[in-house]
């Protein structure tokens, strides 16, 4: 059984560029979270999609933003790169609905963007 | 202000012995807590979870105790292994939200033969 599949792993990119990160959820799962990791730090919150529509953000910029497809997997795009933005971007998964996370989310191992 | 503080130095642990894991949080209401395991270069896995009206939750060799009150979470591994060398990530799920979890910075923790 697949789990989350991210690609690519790793990307670097020039300052001012756009980025697009792709995820495919775990068989079964129909609720993307993606997340922003940098060194040393826990995982931070971006957005989540559900039924192929933002279902919440966290603290970041517009210039971060999302695609949910009927088949579930998710796109992550950034715009305007900034040196800020080299971090370990990672994609999780869970079935949706009220027990949403109950059983834990799924991560993939992640794409490691770097903005030079 | 909110926060999640986990111990900020890393944990060297004898093989063999617990090692305990604290995760302090203010000024959050979580509706469950979560724990979990992250190897360098990889992602999060999902080791256990514990509702805000639970006190303690075990999981073979893992334990996990949450204090409301205390606003705390202790995560235990008995008879630790070298092979249990990893960082440990503290994440809570608020009840004002349904979608998102927010994580401590993680202990990492090493275990010496």
């Known amino acids: 059984d697949a789990g989350v599949t991210q690609s690519p792993t790793h990307l670097i990119k020039t300052r001012g560029q756009q980025v697009t990160l792709r995820c495919s959820p775990k068989s079964g799962h129909d609720t993307v979270s993606w997340y922003q990791q940098a060194l040393g730090q826990g995982p931070q919150f971006i957005f989540q999609y559900y039924e192929e529509e933002e279902r919440q953000r966290g603290n970041f910029p517009d210039r971060f933003s999302g695609h949910q497809f009927p088949n579930y997997s998710s796109e992550l795009n950034v715009n305007a790169l900034l040196l800020g933005d080299s971090a370990l971007y990672l994609c999780a998964s869970s079935p949706g609905g009220p027990r949403q996370g109950f059983y834990g989310y799924t991560f993939g191992s992640g794409t490691r963007l770097t903005v030079v | 202000s909110q926060k999640i503080e986990q111990n900020s130095e890393a944990l060297n642990i004898q093989e063999g012995k617990t090692a305990t894991l604290t995760c302090n949080y203010t000024?959050?209401?979580?509706?469950?807590l979560q724990w979990y395991r992250q190897d360098p270069g990889r992602g999060p896995v999902f080791l256990l979870l514990i509702r805000e009206n639970e006190k303690e939750k075990r999981k073979e060799r893992l334990k996990v105790t949450f204090d409301t009150t205390l606003k705390q979470s202790l995560f235990h591994i008995t008879a630790s292994q070298p092979a249990d060398s990893a960082t440990y990530l503290c994440?809570?799920?608020?009840?004002?939200?349904?979608?998102?979890?927010?994580f401590g910075s993680g202990t990492r923790l090493s275990i010496r033969p």
């Open positions: 994440a809570l799920r608020l009840y004002s939200s349904a979608s998102k979890i927010i």
């Open positions: 000024n959050y209401s979580p509706a469950y």
